[in-house]
């Protein structure tokens, strides 16, 4: 069974390989990410938006909504961190 960290690492890596990919990739990662919140912390939601942030090329227009619909996500979870 894979332990939490090595989950949570293996999905940070695959977030950074999915942006900019015009596939399926970034939705598929970004709801394999919210399915699995619990494991990521603070700094973790911080790091998603500011790398979301600092792409300049998100890929297509669904893709670009899909980061955007995370980036909401992220900020709804650092919020709630922020406020615990």
């Not at 332990?3 to 596939?23: C, H």
């Not at 970004?30 to 998603?48: A, C, G, M, P, V």
């Amino acid at each position: 069974m894979m332990k939490n960290v090595d989950l949570k690492l293996l999905m940070i890596a695959t977030f950074r390989y999915s942006l900019g990919r015009r596939t399926y990739m970034p939705y598929f990662i970004t709801q394999l990410i919210i399915h699995n919140y619990k494991i990521f912390h603070k700094e973790d939601w911080k790091r998603f938006i500011e790398e979301i942030y600092d792409d300049c090329n998100l890929g297509d227009s669904c893709n670009i909504q899909t980061w955007n619909n995370f980036t909401d996500f992220c900020k709804d979870k650092l919020n709630e961190l922020e406020c615990s």
